[in-house]
């Protein structure tokens, strides 16, 4: 038997009741609408999407903040309705975007590395102080910032403490939610070598949620394209970025930037308006944004079509003879 | 190919401002010029003082900072002597900015089109029909459907990519000559990213403008620039025509940042990216000196006391290094003087 995913998400849902203002009712909201996704161990999937894709709140139902709808969270095969929360951020841990509020500014950096070991008992508390100089020389931190407080600190540095602090339960799952989009070009690279550096010392499995495709291209085995709460193309980074299926997907390679003085600012043929997710397009969701629209696009939903391990959820792919024609 | 009229001359720019530890430089003499139909890419980490440049262009600085320059020349007009008054005619009429937080810059208590007519009647004419004209036919070139309507939105019914092209018709109000952007897609998905910068080049292509772009990142610079300049701790360390400047960088930091960046197609999965090792420098007090020396490979005894003298690579290309021209193309370290 296959050894189950470090993680997967079966079929989950997650809706939101939002307010349409004083005195009238609510409409429902699908941020994450039926996803179905894997990460097994020791991979890194990447999730890109634009923002109010639904990216955050798929992140949240993984670190068991945020309750699904409907729908079933894995860790290692097993449900996630079977653990308490105490559990979950054992085996799981997120690195948010922003170093510069997601560390308490009243807290040494030491009380903010410790305080998972804290929280989950682990240990003598004698022993803390020696494991928080561990991780601090792991993410390379000198020893002599465990007594500063984060405002002391630059940006990158910041980052390595955040991570320090996810790491320092030793957990199976990191999810990096845009762990780099704060920083410079200079400490993004650091960062990233860190990243990778630790996933091969640890044996982590990554979540890397970004909107920087080229990031996520150097990063990522996997990667999971995201649209209204969709996963709209799921693939093999390498098949991915080579022959990219879903008009949507297409859009987004095309719009990354690459270094080449001699290329110009590209044309996306995107529509400038991201549709309202309280009320989404009828059939496909991306259909008014969509340059190769067809007649039925507008009228019913895609189904996913997988081919070799790479799935497409847009109807010029449904069947081989349409995936043979829209090539 | 003729040489566009230049609009904006600044030469050795300096803003210092005075803290309780000494005097912090954040800008210490830098250069620059743009033509009409130019595009002027300032690049630089946070801290490097690529953003307290342009806001010393508009006046914007802090109050107790001080800026010092030995000419700043915008259409005929020496912005140094400027009062306060004069200033406020020239910010928002014939130089604009469009800022990086589309969020944060737009009054939120008022409606846009509020916002945007007081610009046209501020500097025009005090005529409302015809600023909401102009607002209209504003909004529709940067894209925004159903302009007529939007007038009497508020900002927070407007997604960030709708605000920030209704910032960019406001600055378009009062036909600029010269508009600076201070990162003005770093809040915005790729997307959309991609279509403020398509939309940025045909306007200014249209209403003949010059513009200064300000921003860290390298990929959007090769893609508009025409001319670059890189900033380090407040000075140049590099400048020149955008494809001079990518194809052979001659300053090690140019070198460093151009290896950060992993490149779909060029770097290899789970490969090494190249980094600058080490932080910006303290820019309080008497700084002597190149300020990269403490992150570079290249550092000899000579950078302690090097002057700021640029070497010309030829066609506009210059950078400041204590290495020759010669040494930089090579990638050899300086030969110490005996």
């Given at each position: 038997?296959?050894?189950?995913?470090?993680?997967?998400?079966?079929?989950?849902?997650?809706?939101?009741?939002?307010?349409?203002?004083?005195?009238?009712?609510?409409?429902?909201?699908?941020?994450?609408?039926?996803?179905?996704?894997?990460?097994?161990?020791?991979?890194?999937?990447?999730?890109?999407?634009?923002?109010?894709?639904?990216?955050?709140?798929?992140?949240?139902?993984?670190?068991?903040?945020?309750?699904?709808?409907?729908?079933?969270?894995?860790?290692?095969?097993?449900?996630?309705?079977?653990?308490?929360?105490?559990?979950?951020?054992?085996?799981?841990?997120?690195?948010?975007?922003?170093?510069?509020?997601?560390?308490?500014?009243?807290?040494?950096?030491?009380?903010?590395?410790?305080?998972?070991?804290?929280?989950?008992?682990?240990?003598?508390?004698?022993?803390?102080?020696?494991?928080?100089?561990?991780?601090?020389?792991?993410?390379?931190?000198?020893?002599?910032?465990?007594?500063?407080?984060?405002?002391?600190?630059?940006?990158?540095?910041?980052?390595?403490?955040?991570?320090?602090?996810?790491?320092?339960?030793?957990?199976?799952?990191?999810?990096?939610?845009?762990?780099?989009?704060?920083?410079?070009?200079?400490?993004?690279?650091?960062?990233?070598?860190?990243?990778?550096?630790?996933?091969?010392?640890?044996?982590?499995?990554?979540?890397?949620?970004?909107?920087?495709?080229?990031?996520?291209?150097?990063?990522?085995?996997?990667?999971?394209?995201?649209?209204?709460?969709?996963?709209?193309?799921?693939?093999?980074?390498?098949?991915?970025?080579?022959?990219?299926?879903?008009?949507?997907?297409?859009?987004?390679?095309?719009?990354?930037?690459?270094?080449?003085?001699?290329?110009?600012?590209?044309?996306?043929?995107?529509?400038?308006?991201?549709?309202?997710?309280?009320?989404?397009?009828?059939?496909?969701?991306?259909?008014?944004?969509?340059?190769?629209?067809?007649?039925?696009?507008?009228?019913?939903?895609?189904?996913?079509?997988?081919?070799?391990?790479?799935?497409?959820?847009?109807?010029?792919?449904?069947?081989?003879?349409?995936?043979?024609?829209?090539? | 190919?003729?040489?566009?009229?230049?609009?904006?001359?600044?030469?050795?720019?300096k803003v210092d401002i005075p803290v309780?530890?000494g005097v912090l430089h954040p800008v210490r003499?830098?250069?620059?010029?743009?033509?009409?139909?130019?595009?002027?890419?300032?690049?630089?980490?946070?801290?490097?003082?690529?953003?307290?440049?342009?806001?010393?262009?508009?006046?914007?600085l802090?109050?107790k900072a001080i800026r010092t320059?030995?000419?700043?020349?915008?259409?005929?007009?020496?912005?140094?002597?400027?009062?306060?008054?004069?200033?406020?005619?020239?910010?928002?009429?014939?130089?604009?900015?469009?800022?990086?937080?589309?969020?944060?810059?737009?009054?939120?208590?008022?409606?846009?089109?509020?916002?945007?007519?007081?610009?046209?009647?501020?500097?025009?004419?005090?005529?409302?029909?015809?600023?909401?004209?102009?607002?209209?036919?504003?909004?529709?070139?940067?894209?925004?459907?159903?302009?007529?309507?939007?007038?009497?939105?508020?900002?927070?019914?407007?997604?960030?990519?709708?605000?920030?092209?209704?910032?960019?018709?406001?600055?378009?109000?009062?036909?600029?000559?010269?508009?600076?952007?201070?990162?003005?897609?770093?809040?915005?998905?790729?997307?959309?990213?991609?279509?403020?910068?398509?939309?940025?080049?045909?306007?200014?292509?249209?209403?003949?403008?010059?513009?200064?772009?300000?921003?860290?990142?390298?990929?959007?610079?090769?893609?508009?620039?025409?001319?670059?300049?890189?900033?380090?701790?407040g000075?140049?360390?590099?400048?020149?025509?955008?494809?001079?400047?990518?194809?052979?960088?001659?300053?090690?930091?140019?070198?460093?940042?151009?290896?950060?960046?992993?490149?779909?197609?060029?770097?290899?999965?789970?490969?090494?990216?190249?980094?600058?090792?080490?932080?910006?420098?303290?820019l309080v007090?008497?700084?002597?000196?190149?300020?990269?020396?403490?992150?570079?490979?290249?550092?000899?005894?000579?950078?302690?006391?090097?002057?700021?003298?640029?070497?010309?690579?030829?066609?506009?290309?210059?950078?400041?290094?204590?290495?020759?021209?010669?040494?930089?193309?090579?990638?050899?370290?300086?030969?110490?003087?005996?």
């Amino acid at each position: 038997m296959r050894e189950p995913a470090a993680l997967e998400t079966v079929d989950v849902t997650c809706t939101f009741q939002v307010s349409q203002g004083f005195m009238k009712g609510k409409k429902p909201l699908r941020a994450v609408n039926g996803v179905s996704l894997k990460i097994p161990k020791g991979q890194v999937v990447g999730l890109v999407g634009e923002s109010g894709c639904g990216k955050s709140t798929l992140a949240n139902i993984l670190l068991g903040l945020q309750k699904p709808t409907a729908g079933d969270v894995l860790y290692n095969g097993q449900n996630s309705a079977t653990f308490n929360r105490r559990d979950v951020a054992r085996r799981i841990q997120p690195i948010f975007q922003d170093p510069y509020s997601s560390l308490n500014p009243t807290k040494t950096i030491k009380s903010i590395i410790s305080l998972p070991l804290k929280i989950h008992e682990v240990g003598d508390p004698s022993e803390w102080d020696k494991k928080v100089y561990e991780m601090l020389d792991i993410v390379g931190l000198p020893k002599r910032v465990a007594n500063s407080y984060p405002s002391q600190m630059s940006g990158g540095q910041r980052q390595r403490v955040a991570i320090a602090r996810a790491l320092i339960m030793r957990p199976e799952v990191v999810i990096c939610d845009e762990p780099t989009s704060a920083l410079d070009v200079s400490v993004q690279s650091q960062i990233l070598n860190l990243l990778q550096d630790l996933k091969t010392e640890l044996g982590l499995t990554y979540l890397l949620i970004s909107h920087n495709l080229a990031v996520v291209e150097h990063m990522a085995d996997r990667v999971a394209v995201m649209y209204l709460g969709r996963i709209v193309e799921e693939a093999e980074a390498d098949s991915l970025f080579r022959s990219p299926r879903h008009p949507y997907t297409r859009a987004l390679l095309d719009s990354v930037l690459t270094p080449d003085p001699r290329l110009g600012v590209p044309d996306t043929h995107l529509g400038a308006v991201f549709p309202n997710p309280i009320d989404p397009p009828s059939g496909c969701s991306f259909h008014p944004r969509c340059a190769q629209c067809i007649p039925i696009c507008s009228d019913d939903k895609p189904s996913p079509f997988v081919d070799a391990g790479h799935l497409t959820e847009c109807h010029l792919y449904e069947t081989e003879d349409q995936r043979v024609a829209a090539q | 190919m003729t040489k566009p009229e230049t609009i904006l001359d600044v030469q050795n720019l300096k803003v210092d401002i005075p803290v309780s530890a000494g005097v912090l430089h954040p800008v210490r003499g830098i250069s620059f010029s743009v033509g009409r139909r130019e595009t002027l890419c300032i690049v630089g980490e946070s801290g490097c003082g690529k953003s307290l440049t342009s806001f010393s262009l508009m006046g914007l600085l802090p109050k107790k900072a001080i800026r010092t320059t030995d000419k700043m020349d915008f259409l005929g007009t020496d912005l140094s002597t400027l009062s306060e008054r004069e200033m406020a005619e020239i910010r928002g009429g014939s130089m604009a900015m469009i800022f990086q937080e589309p969020m944060t810059s737009l009054n939120p208590s008022y409606t846009i089109g509020n916002q945007l007519e007081e610009v046209y009647m501020r500097h025009i004419e005090r005529n409302r029909k015809a600023a909401r004209d102009r607002a209209v036919y504003l909004l529709e070139k940067v894209g925004i459907t159903a302009a007529r309507s939007r007038l009497n939105q508020y900002p927070h019914q407007l997604s960030g990519g709708l605000r920030q092209r209704v910032m960019i018709a406001m600055a378009l109000m009062c036909g600029p000559d010269l508009i600076i952007a201070d990162e003005p897609t770093t809040a915005l998905d790729v997307t959309i990213q991609a279509q403020i910068l398509h939309l940025l080049a045909e306007l200014q292509e249209e209403f003949d403008m010059g513009m200064i772009l300000i921003t860290h990142d390298l990929g959007i610079v090769a893609r508009v620039a025409d001319k670059v300049q890189v900033m380090y701790a407040g000075k140049t360390v590099e400048e020149g025509p955008c494809i001079d400047v990518f194809d052979n960088p001659l300053h090690p930091y140019t070198q460093g940042l151009l290896r950060c960046i992993p490149v779909p197609g060029k770097t290899r999965r789970g490969q090494r990216l190249g980094s600058v090792p080490g932080i910006v420098p303290n820019l309080v007090g008497d700084l002597q000196g190149c300020m990269f020396r403490n992150r570079c490979e290249y550092a000899g005894a000579a950078c302690e006391t090097m002057g700021h003298q640029a070497t010309q690579a030829g066609g506009g290309h210059a950078f400041t290094c204590t290495r020759t021209l010669d040494e930089a193309r090579r990638g050899l370290r300086a030969v110490e003087a005996a």
